[in-house]
């Protein structure tokens, strides 16, 4: 098993992972070193997550045995030629960027590194993401299954072709920001009939939560389960009928190609 972990960039998305890795008590804190852009950020984390960070990249770079690079797509021009010179022999670097092939990570870093490229999502923080992990070549089946116990010590997490990685920022990289403006409309509709707003977050989310169990634990059509909440000439079809006619389906569909067809341009930056 790796010994050191290490994390360059310590957003929204690396916090996520740290805190769902060491939740699940895969990694004790001490085996995880991570870089962050301010002093202010290192302190916060390391009160935080009880880990050990720094502001310096090449520190990271040279320590961890695997290494994620969770900066904005945008950063990785500005970082990989910082450490590409000083990264451990026989380390494995995992991205988690939109938007960054194989191809570009392998061009930037000008050598054939170990490399999988991923897309978690946020849930990593409560042990409930979904992520997609795609090995390069020189990945050998252990050091993918050391990566796999990763990702699935915060979630569930598969193996799919790189040509998926795009679909898959659209279904589940990016979907818990569609998740989470449905539960603060379903929310809204509740306050406007009087119920608090924290109760109201309350019972939107527990059954946002619940139905997606449905769905994860029968195995049956959504569609089936839709229609067993239908009871005829009853409250849910008259509900279902609204956002039928308000085009709901279609909304989260051209909304999830939007975001496809951002990450496949991303690509091609
Ligand atoms: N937020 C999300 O839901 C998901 C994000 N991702 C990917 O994760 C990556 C990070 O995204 P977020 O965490 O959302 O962004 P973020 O902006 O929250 O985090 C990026 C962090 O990198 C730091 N940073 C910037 N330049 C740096 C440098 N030169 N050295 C070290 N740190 C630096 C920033 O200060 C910031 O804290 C992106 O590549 C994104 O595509 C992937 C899946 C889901
Ligand atoms: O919005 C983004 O670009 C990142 C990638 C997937 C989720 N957040």
Redesign the pocket.
Known sequence: MAKTVGFIGSGN?GRAIMGGMIAAGLYAPSQILASAKTKETVEKIEKELGIVATTDNTEVARKADILFLAVKPGVFATVIPQIRDVCKEGQVVVSIA?GQTLASITDLFGRQIKLVRS?P?TPALVGEAMSAVTPNEKISPEELQEVMAIFESFGKAEIVPETMMDAV?GVS??SPAYVYMFIEAMADAAVADGMPRKQAYKFAAQSVLGAAKMVLETGEHPGVLKDAVCSPGGTTIAAVAELEKSGLRSSVIEAQRACVQKSRDMSKE
């Open positions: 998305m939109a897309m999502n920022v990289g990016s």
